[in-house]
């Protein structure tokens, strides 16, 4: 089915999942790199809550946290305890419009970033 975050050959692109895939992580992923791809939540800017973002998807607490913890990861994310959830304020998104079509959103990071 689709894929898990993965890097190409330059570990600058993350690829998160395919449409139709059943894990409701990779369904809250996609949806927190959509709202900072549509420019809803900039870089540096909080994300929505855990709470909304379970609401919004459709999905339990587990979900959004692994989705959340893989984005952290690939340093799209910056959680902060007690605080919430940022946007690396050095975090670009790129469309890539092959991508896209078969239902997968591309992140491209800056060079040097994690």
């Known amino acids: 089915m689709g894929q898990a975050a993965s890097r ?26 959509g709202m900072i791809t549509s420019g ?9 809550s855990r709470q ?4 919004d998807a459709g999905v339990g607490d587990e979900p959004v946290s692994h989705a959340l913890r893989v984005l952290a990861g690939e340093g799209v994310l910056r959680p902060i ?3 919430g959830t940022y946007v690396r304020p050095s975090f670009t998104v790129a469309v890539d419009e092959e991508a896209r079509d078969a239902g997968r959103l591309t992140a491209v990071l800056p060079e040097g970033a994690s």
């Open 40 to 48: 809803d939540v900039k870089p540096g800017a909080r994300v929505p």
């Open 8 to 33: 190409d050959a330059a570990g600058c692109r993350i690829v998160i999942g395919v449409d139709g895939d059943p894990r409701g992580w990779v369904l809250v992923a996609n949806m927190v790199l």
């Open 81 to 83: 305890r007690g605080l």
């Open 52 to 55: 909304q973002l379970a609401s």
